[in-house]
């Protein structure tokens, strides 16, 4: 399967490794579904793709949601014909002392960070495994290999 014949959803693709990760497979001939709360960062995302002559749409999804991922997951395959790679790349930190963190600002961290990668991986499985030929890419930073000091949601 060639790569232009690929379609892909990168989560949190508005930014940073999302936005780099998306901008790649773009540049490697996928279509891209750009995921993000982030509406101007993740339209930003898909008019540099089809500047450069490829394929991308925006949908915009609170990746803790699964009503959100669902919808999300349904509007890229609808857009893009399919779907055969998802990448998860969605995160947010918490910068604070581990006595400094709210109980919300943690829950919040967990549900970006780890539960929208379950929610992600459940939606899109169905069409992955309907294209055949798939995967699932789950991306972090450094930082969930190792602990830093301040960021209590990955280590203390």
């Not at 919808?71 to 790679?85: C, D, R, S, T, Y």
Request: glycine share 10%.
């Amino acid at each position: 399967m060639a790569a232009s014949s690929l379609s892909d959803q990168v989560t949190g693709a508005g930014n940073g490794i999302g936005r780099a990760t998306a901008l790649l497979f773009a540049a490697e001939g996928c279509k891209v579904g750009v995921v993000d709360r982030d509406v101007a960062a993740g339209g930003a995302v898909v008019a540099a793709i089809r500047r450069s002559g490829g394929t991308a749409s925006f949908v915009e999804c609170d990746v803790s949601s699964e009503q959100s991922i669902n919808a999300a997951v349904e509007a890229v395959v609808q857009a893009l014909g399919g779907l055969n790679i998802l990448v998860n790349v969605a995160g947010v930190n918490i910068m604070a002392t581990v006595t400094d963190t709210e109980i919300e600002r943690w829950d919040r961290a967990q549900h970006v960070n780890l539960r929208s990668v379950f929610l992600a991986s459940k939606a899109a499985l169905p069409h992955l495994m309907a294209g055949g030929r798939s995967s699932i890419v789950n991306t972090s930073s450094v930082q969930a290999t190792r602990g830093v000091p301040n960021f209590p949601s990955y280590g203390v």
